[in-house]
């Protein structure tokens, strides 16, 4: 099957397009097309197997059929087909793990992306990247275990599980949400350590 690399980039082009929709006030059409994407994705993903961390997680995000705790972020103009298709963008390929590196590279890389999102006054987005890194590192299987490691996925499943109310626009929610992913994240490298 395809990398995940390949699999965002066919995502991107149109989620893009839907983006365009949603600043030029449209978001009925932007939701519309980010729902055709994960209807037309769904049964292809669901053929690959889910022996890898991103492989599980972007077969769970493309499963409209199945509620995920992210879909509380979901607002009026940003509904839940985008809010996975965003999610599924940020993925990062990690199949297994087997060192503490692993974890610590993909958290890091997801900090290098998250970080500016903020600044940039994207707070949904920012959010949405740190949890789609937890998903994907939850759902890795570990190959071999290192010192920290139970901690450090437990630290990780705890703030991917957590339930959470609508968020919708509320900004303060918003801005909750992602700092409450950036300290799961940094506690997670600090047990790393």
């Not at 980010?34 to 994705?41: A, E, G, I, K, W």
């Not at 990062?92 to 903020?118: C, F, R």
């Not at 290192?146 to 450090?152: C, D, E, T, V």
Request: hydrophobic fraction near 50%.
């Amino acid at each position: 099957m395809f990398p995940l690399a390949r699999w965002q980039a066919a995502l991107s082009g149109s989620h893009a397009e839907a983006q365009r929709m949603r600043s030029g006030g449209l978001p009925r059409e932007a939701y519309l097309i980010d729902q055709t994407l994960l209807r037309s994705f769904a049964p292809l993903l669901a053929d690959m197997g889910q022996d890898g961390g991103w492989q599980r997680a972007i077969i769970a995000l493309a499963n409209l059929d199945a509620p995920l705790l992210l879909d509380a972020v979901a607002g009026d103009d940003f509904g839940v087909p985008s809010v996975r298709v965003r999610a599924m963008l940020a993925l990062p390929a990690v199949e297994s793990i087997d060192a503490p590196e692993v974890l610590g590279q993909a958290i890091n890389a997801a900090i290098m992306v998250g970080a500016p999102t903020y600044n940039d006054g994207d707070r949904r987005g920012c959010g949405i990247i740190y949890w789609a890194t937890a998903l994907t590192l939850v759902s890795a299987p570990v190959t071999r275990g290192f010192s920290g490691q139970a901690r450090a996925i437990k630290t990780l499943l705890q703030a991917v599980e957590e339930m959470m109310p609508s968020l919708g626009n509320n900004p303060a929610a918003l801005d909750d949400f992602a700092w409450r992913m950036r300290r799961a994240l940094d506690a997670t490298l600090d047990l790393l350590r």
